[in-house]
């Protein structure tokens, strides 16, 4: 069993930064790969960012390059999804999620265990 906690999201004016956290639990939680997905309203979750078990790897969608930044921290036991010059695209419910894999696998049925989601709203 894997428990992930979202904290960080909120309202934030475009072009502003913003740092999701996963605070992840469980015996075995390390052997998963973590990714950060999304869903807007209307649209399909996404992935945005995984990182692999190793923590030597990371994934991002292009919508995001450049902007996003995944990292982990296993001492804290928490991913952080780092957010620069944020969009009013961004704007989605963010949850973070674990792949048995380790890999970090782009499709969201591949992650066997979600957090409860964060709202994050970016304002034109």
């Known amino acids: 069993q894997v428990q992930l906690v979202e904290s960080g999201g909120t309202l934030v004016q475009a072009g502003r930064s913003m740092r999701l956290s996963c605070a992840a639990s469980g015996r075995t939680w390390r052997t998963y790969a973590v990714g950060w997905l999304r869903q807007a309203p209307g649209k399909d979750r996404a992935l945005v960012a995984a990182i692999t078990r190793s923590g030597d790897s990371t994934y991002y969608a292009d919508s995001v390059k450049g902007r996003f930044t995944i990292s982990s921290d296993n001492a804290q036991n928490t991913v952080y999804l780092q957010m620069n010059n944020l969009k009013p695209e961004d704007t989605a419910v963010y949850s973070c999620?674990?792949?048995?894999?380790?890999?970090?696998?782009?499709?969201?049925?591949?992650?066997?265990?979600w957090g409860q989601g964060a709202q994050v709203t970016v304002s034109s």
């Open positions: 999620a674990a792949d048995k894999s380790g890999l970090g696998s782009r499709s969201p049925g591949a992650y066997e265990y």
